[in-house]
């Protein structure tokens, strides 16, 4: 358990600073009113942008030994918990500004996951039936179809759909990589649920940034946030074991809310800034925008 909840803590700062270098990258490519490919060129040749690209990516390695050794609700939990990184880190690389309501969140998220860890049990399972397998691939097949329809859509009521949709294909694909059968190389191309994993991801990927240009920061990370932690916590206790101490259930349904909670408030924190941001500078880029809004999880 020890291996697992440390590489989840690692892959939560790893998000929380890639979306910060992300954010800092995207600030010094030069200005656009639309996405050109001068502007790609400048965002890979940023060293921040890669940077935070590769924290990504070494955050998303990391959570798969953490999915893979421990109980999905306590993993969920720890990895949404990277906006509090992003936030303090923000604070002090982009000179964001925590309000009290921030520092509540943050404080809030330190003990409910601390209250999460000390109630939480073995994992259960690491198998389930090829039913359950072709059945998560079955959800990302829906998901996708869904999302392109909410895509005709705008306003805050789609952001959050979209924002559900993008949680769904998220908890996909934790939960795939939970049951993911890596017996073999044959047996992992043969695995509905490995398909499950890079649709899941993808479509999750692109339904969050749909969200994001059709409503507010807060509609689409809140509704994300309950898809994401909630969805795969339930399965996880219903269909793969998961369960707390013996004697500590109340602990970590203590810390599961409180945790989730903290999200919550601090899903505020990307969109006050972004307001702050265009309030200062009245012909504020593309890039600056696409960075800040990096701001919550999911990165």
Do not use: K
């Not at 559900?164 to 695995?191: E, K, Q």
């Not at 269909?239 to 999200?263: I, K, M, N, S």
């Amino acid at each position: 358990m020890l291996l697992g909840l440390t590489t989840a803590l690692v892959a939560t700062v790893c998000f929380g600073f890639g979306s910060v270098f992300q954010a800092r990258g995207a600030r010094s490519a030069p200005r656009a009113d639309r996405v050109r490919v001068g502007l790609l060129a400048a965002l890979v040749r940023s060293w921040q942008f890669l940077l935070g690209t590769g924290l990504d990516i070494a955050g998303f390695v990391l959570s798969i030994v953490a999915l893979r050794t421990l109980p999905l609700f306590l993993v969920q939990s720890v990895t949404n918990a990277s906006l509090a990184v992003t936030a303090l880190a923000a604070a002090r690389l982009l000179g964001a500004r925590l309000r009290r309501g921030d520092l509540v969140g943050i404080a809030a998220v330190v003990v409910g996951l601390t209250l999460l860890a000390l109630g939480s049990g073995r994992e259960g399972r690491d198998h389930a039936p090829p039913a359950f397998h072709w059945a998560l691939l079955a959800t990302t097949a829906v998901m996708l179809l869904l999302t392109l329809l909410l895509a005709r859509r705008s306003g805050n009521v789609a952001a959050a759909g979209l924002g559900l949709l993008a949680g769904v294909g998220f908890g996909v694909t934790s939960l795939a990589v939970r049951v993911l059968d890596v017996g073999g190389p044959l047996d992992v191309f043969t695995d509905p649920a490995a398909y499950a994993l890079a649709l899941g991801g993808l479509g999750g990927y692109l339904a969050y940034a749909l969200a994001l240009q059709r409503g507010t920061v807060t509609a689409a990370t809140a509704a994300g946030t309950v898809a994401e932690t909630f969805g795969p916590a339930l399965v996880g206790v219903a269909a793969l074991g998961d369960a707390a101490r013996p004697g500590y259930a109340w602990c970590a349904l203590t810390g599961f809310a409180v945790a989730v909670g903290g999200t919550f408030v601090l899903s505020r924190f990307g969109e006050v800034e972004a307001e702050v941001g265009r309030a200062d500078r009245p012909a504020v880029d593309e890039a600056a925008e696409a960075g800040e809004a990096a701001l919550p999880p999911w990165c």
